[in-house]
């Protein structure tokens, strides 16, 4: 797809708008891009109106400028809205890009029909605490990618997708990631407990694949109990569960909307 863009942005997205339906917005994971989304893409084509975007520092995303931030994401987004008319949409987010589909939702709750977040955290109620106990192994794999990004990617790998396929399909991805945009990822920290929890307006589903790291899976057990969504455990799949099982990842997500429209 041809990667478009907003006057006085970087951002670059994708869009396929040829269905007489909702939007859905998809935000990829760290160190890939948009295409990790492209098994949903050629499912849901035709069925609904469908919007990817390059995280700042990943994809085609690149052309910043001094002030550009990844806080401002969800402006960006924004603005996309704004230019192509879109008055709301379901957002999916893998990943790091559930923090980023969060954020929107914080901002512009009003145009948010559903929310969908895989392998991600509420950052609305985020336990600082837990993190420290992860801190290490993210540092170490850091390390891995200041030598060398294939060094990086073949690591990670293992740590993002479950099947060979998929992580044949991730390091393809992760290989082509600029290291110089470890600086974007330094201002995740502002994202964390930045809006106060609150009852959410909008249906939301939070999930991860069976074969996720095991505190993935007990945050996203714990988020469900006190948000009281929905929530699914993927199996066969890992961290990146809409790459490992597509046609399982795509099917909960149709239910999901079918039902979030019924209400």
Wanted: with cysteine.
């Amino acid at each position: 797809m041809e990667a478009l863009y907003l006057e006085n942005s970087p951002i670059a997205y994708y869009i396929d708008d040829t269905a007489n339906n909702d939007w859905v917005v998809f935000v990829h994971a760290a160190f890939v891009d948009h295409r990790m989304f492209e098994k949903q893409f050629r499912h849901f084509a035709g069925k609904y109106n469908l919007l990817a975007v390059d995280i700042l520092g990943h994809g085609n995303s690149m052309r910043a400028g001094k002030d550009d931030s990844i806080e401002n994401m969800s402006d960006w987004i924004d603005r996309i809205f704004q230019k192509h008319n879109i008055a709301a949409a379901h957002f999916v987010g893998v990943s790091l890009g559930s923090v980023f589909v969060q954020d929107f939702a914080n901002k512009y709750e009003n145009k948010v029909l559903s929310l969908a977040c895989f392998g991600g955290y509420d950052i609305n109620n985020f336990d600082i605490e837990r993190q420290k106990a992860n801190s290490k192994e993210q540092m170490s794999m850091m390390m891995k990618a200041v030598f060398s990004v294939k060094w990086f990617a073949k690591s990670n790998k293992r740590i993002s997708a479950y099947t060979k396929d998929a992580q044949e399909e991730f390091y393809n991805l992760n290989a082509q990631f600029d290291k110089k945009s470890f600086r974007y990822l330094a201002k995740l920290q502002s994202f964390i407990n930045k809006y106060p929890s609150k009852q959410r307006q909008y249906p939301m589903l939070v999930g991860c694949g069976e074969h996720d790291i095991p505190m993935e899976i007990e945050i996203v057990n714990e988020w469900a109990e006190y948000e009281k969504c929905d929530k699914i455990v993927l199996k066969g799949a890992g961290h990146c569960a809409n790459m490992d099982t597509p046609d399982e990842f795509n099917s909960c997500l149709e239910v999901f909307w079918k039902n979030a429209k019924a209400k």
